[in-house]
């Protein structure tokens, strides 16, 4: 399982290099514009230069309408800006054709530029809030539109979490449908450390927190601290090294 990382700007990017060895990837966003906000291109270059090279950059492309020619452009601004990772939050789709619409666009122009990047198609896990698609009809878009992965994140930070929305059991299936099309599969929303056993048995490829390295486990307030992100990650590796000796995962 890769360990996701979203620092808040260069500053807390510079705090994440300092943790480099116990995480996998760096994501920008840019929380004040929403779930998936899309921050600004010279910061996406900043974080890329801040952060070791053998450190992949993702970022978001924001919480986007249905709009394909808009977000098309948006993800070719994040590629070129130096991510390779680039995720879509499909906020404004209502149906799976429309999710399919904007992923096909986002691939598009993505791949033509750098046929190694990685596509991100995110639906909501508290889709039912904002009326966007069904969280379990994203691996199908994903593999529908040649995304890479399919991602389920939390649209409104008001405490709530993943599992309170998708439980495990739901989670697992939508692990399952991303991998039977060969799909990554991604999981964030306000995960802790007491959810890396649930997310670890069920496959989980990434796993995506930010509060949860965050001082005070506050994503708003709270600063991420390296040794908050090791901390984690030696929680992360003790559920592999169990799963991997065939012991129950705890939940």
Same mark, same amino acid.
Not at 33 to 60: C, H, M, Q, Y
Not at 222 to 243: K, N, S, T, Y
């Given at each position: 399982?890769?360990?996701? &990382?979203?620092?808040?700007?260069? @500053? @807390?990017?510079?705090?994440?290099?300092?943790?480099?060895?116990?995480?996998?990837?760096?994501?920008?966003?840019?929380?004040?514009?929403?779930?998936?906000?899309?921050?600004?291109?010279?910061? &996406?270059? @900043?974080?890329?230069?801040?952060?070791?090279?053998?450190?992949?950059?993702?970022?978001?492309?924001?919480?986007?309408?249905?709009?394909? #020619?808009?977000?098309?452009?948006?993800?070719? #601004? !994040?590629?070129?800006?130096?991510? %390779?990772? &680039?995720?879509?939050?499909?906020?404004?789709? %209502?149906?799976?054709?429309?999710?399919?619409?904007?992923?096909?666009?986002?691939?598009?122009?993505?791949?033509?530029?750098?046929?190694?990047?990685?596509?991100?198609?995110?639906?909501?896990?508290?889709?039912?809030?904002?009326? /966007?698609?069904?969280?379990? !009809?994203?691996?199908? &878009?994903?593999?529908?539109?040649?995304?890479?992965?399919?991602?389920?994140?939390?649209?409104?930070?008001?405490?709530?979490?993943?599992?309170?929305?998708?439980?495990?059991?739901?989670?697992?299936?939508?692990?399952?449908?991303?991998? !039977?099309?060969?799909?990554?599969?991604?999981?964030?929303?306000?995960?802790?450390?007491?959810?890396?056993?649930?997310?670890?048995?069920? #496959? %989980?490829?990434?796993? #995506?927190?930010?509060? !949860?390295? /965050?001082?005070?486990?506050?994503?708003?307030?709270?600063?991420?601290?390296?040794?908050?992100?090791?901390?984690?990650?030696?929680?992360?590796?003790?559920?592999?090294? @169990?799963?991997?000796?065939?012991?129950? %995962?705890?939940?």
């Amino acid at each position: 399982m890769l360990l996701l &990382i979203s620092p808040d700007g260069v @500053e @807390e990017a510079l705090d994440c290099a300092k943790a480099a060895q116990h995480l996998d990837i760096v994501d920008v966003k840019k929380p004040d514009e929403g779930s998936l906000g899309a921050n600004f291109p010279w910061i &996406i270059r @900043e974080i890329r230069e801040a952060v070791p090279a053998d450190k992949p950059v993702s970022a978001t492309v924001g919480d986007v309408p249905y709009k394909p #020619g808009t977000v098309a452009q948006a993800a070719l #601004g !994040a590629a070129v800006s130096g991510a %390779t990772y &680039i995720k879509v939050g499909l906020y404004g789709c %209502t149906t799976p054709d429309q999710g399919i619409d904007i992923m096909r666009a986002v691939v598009r122009a993505v791949k033509e530029h750098n046929p190694d990047a990685l596509v991100v198609a995110s639906g909501y896990a508290d889709a039912h809030r904002i009326g /966007c698609v069904n969280p379990l !009809a994203v691996p199908d &878009i994903a593999a529908r539109s040649g995304a890479d992965a399919a991602m389920l994140d939390t649209a409104v930070k008001d405490g709530t979490r993943l599992f309170d929305h998708v439980p495990p059991d739901v989670c697992a299936e939508f692990v399952r449908l991303a991998h !039977a099309s060969g799909r990554l599969a991604a999981l964030a929303g306000s995960v802790r450390q007491g959810d890396l056993g649930e997310l670890t048995r069920i #496959g %989980t490829n990434i796993v #995506g927190v930010r509060g !949860a390295v /965050c001082e005070g486990g506050d994503r708003n307030a709270g600063r991420i601290r390296p040794h908050l992100v090791a901390a984690f990650r030696a929680e992360m590796d003790r559920h592999d090294r @169990e799963r991997t000796a065939g012991l129950p %995962t705890a939940r």
